[in-house]
């Protein structure tokens, strides 16, 4: 069982900091070390907090190297796309001229960025950056040919 001390100080900084840190992930590891220092045993604050008991040891043991600071430092892998420096300016260009399909929008991409993308990856990443596909009606059954060929040339 790893020993650790607390002083009153540091019990109300991992209190604070489980409630307020803005990842979830630090902010579960700010409660592990707040339950340990109010002296509850490694298997209940396993139970608790929903981890192994390697992890416990592991967040107990980078606490003991680096204090508070060692557990508020992110070292998760967050995979970051090829497209996301691009993203002003294509929701810019997606907002004023919509594309018409995913084969489309991936093309114009490729001709903005430079970044080549199926279809699919594409329309997951203009889903995630929160631009909505538009749903197209139906055609009426009288309509009007030449009416619908002055509006597609107007757009």
Do not use: W
């Amino acid at each position: 069982m790893i020993r650790i001390e607390f002083s009153e100080a540091e019990i109300k900084a991992l209190q604070q900091e489980k409630q307020s840190h803005p990842d979830r992930r630090v902010r579960r590891r700010m409660e592990t070390l707040h339950l340990k220092a109010l002296g509850y045993p490694h298997q209940e604050i396993g139970q608790m907090v929903g981890i192994t008991p390697k992890t416990l040891r592991g967040y107990l043991r980078l606490y003991q190297a680096g204090g508070l600071e060692a557990l508020k430092v992110r070292k998760f892998y967050q995979p970051e796309s090829a497209l996301d420096p691009h993203r002003a300016t294509l929701e810019a260009e997606f907002k004023v001229r919509p594309a018409q399909n995913m084969k489309e929008a991936a093309a114009r991409i490729e001709q903005l960025t430079g970044v080549c993308r199926s279809p699919d990856q594409v329309r997951r990443y203009l889903t995630r950056i929160g631009l909505k596909r538009l749903k197209t009606g139906q055609v009426p059954a009288k309509a009007d040919p030449q009416a619908q060929a002055e509006f597609l040339k107007k757009n």
